[in-house]
């Protein structure tokens, strides 16, 4: 049998932009500050992309990595996963390609963002335990919106794009923002936080490094041990690998609502 992955746990890494003031501000803003944690493992051999479950189930089943990574358990206190009998994993890879924040410029051009940056408001509807009262969140939660499609399904599926939706959403006591600007920056800082860039040998241009996986465990009856037992579009954990480095970096959220 081929060698594991073992890891290692970084307690003392520092998460510059996530750990600022006005990220940390904007976060309890939205409900989510209180239900996510953002850590650090190292690993010990290359990683090929074909071995994303096999590095996962490691991963998730390491004795170093049960003793340490952080989970919201029941009554939504911060515990160690603990030793856990996980039968399978479910290992999503996530595009991760973007180098500029230019990606959103066309939330500007398509009547969902004034130049101010200012969020066009719609009625008020709810959708799946979220309250929709403007076209970004529209966007993101209904297929029958003018702007569902304003991002492709290939370009929704990319890291940066997940990390931004996931702040529009917010927890399940969110006071939105009526302005893009503090979703676009937040996205930014957590992307920052996670992801390696280089420069390409050839071309001299920025790309970035990264595996990104969003990943869920399950035990022996097919419950969901993590991130969640409930399945939620709030509830997510997602792997950032950085193969020169060696290292992987957790983005875990639990929702504290009525799952769905």
């Not at 160690?80 to 990606?103: E, N, Q, Y």
Request: proline residues 3%; glycine residues 4%; hydrophobic residues 40%.
């Amino acid at each position: 049998m081929a060698e594991k992955f073992q890891f290692q746990y970084i307690a003392d890494r520092k998460f510059v932009g996530v750990s600022s003031n006005t990220v940390k501000d904007l976060l309890i803003k939205w409900g989510m500050h209180d239900q996510m944690n953002l850590q650090m493992f190292t690993y010990n051999k290359h990683f090929q992309q074909y071995q994303k479950d096999d590095f996962v189930m490691d991963f998730i089943t390491d004795p170093c990595v049960q003793s340490n990574l952080q989970i919201l358990s029941s009554n939504f206190s911060w515990t160690p996963l603990g030793v856990s009998k996980v039968a399978k994993v479910d290992v999503l890879s996530v595009p991760c390609t973007i180098v500029s924040m230019d990606f959103f410029n066309r939330l500007f051009r398509q009547g969902l963002v004034r130049e101010s940056g200012m969020i066009f408001k719609c009625f008020d509807e709810y959708v799946e335990g979220f309250t929709i009262s403007d076209e970004l969140r529209k966007m993101h939660l209904m297929e029958e919106s003018d702007n569902y499609d304003v991002f492709p399904e290939n370009e929704k599926e990319e890291f940066l794009f997940r990390i931004f939706k996931h702040l529009c959403l917010g927890g399940d006591i969110c006071q939105f923002e009526d302005n893009v600007n503090p979703y676009l920056e937040t996205s930014k800082a957590i992307y920052k936080d996670l992801v390696s860039v280089c420069k390409d040998a050839d071309s001299k241009q920025l790309k970035t490094r990264s595996h990104v996986f969003k990943i869920s465990a399950l035990d022996l009856d097919g419950e969901a041990i993590y991130p969640s037992g409930n399945k939620h579009e709030q509830s997510f954990a997602y792997l950032v690998l950085d193969p020169l480095k060696r290292n992987v970096f957790v983005w875990y959220h639990k929702w504290r609502g009525i799952a769905w």
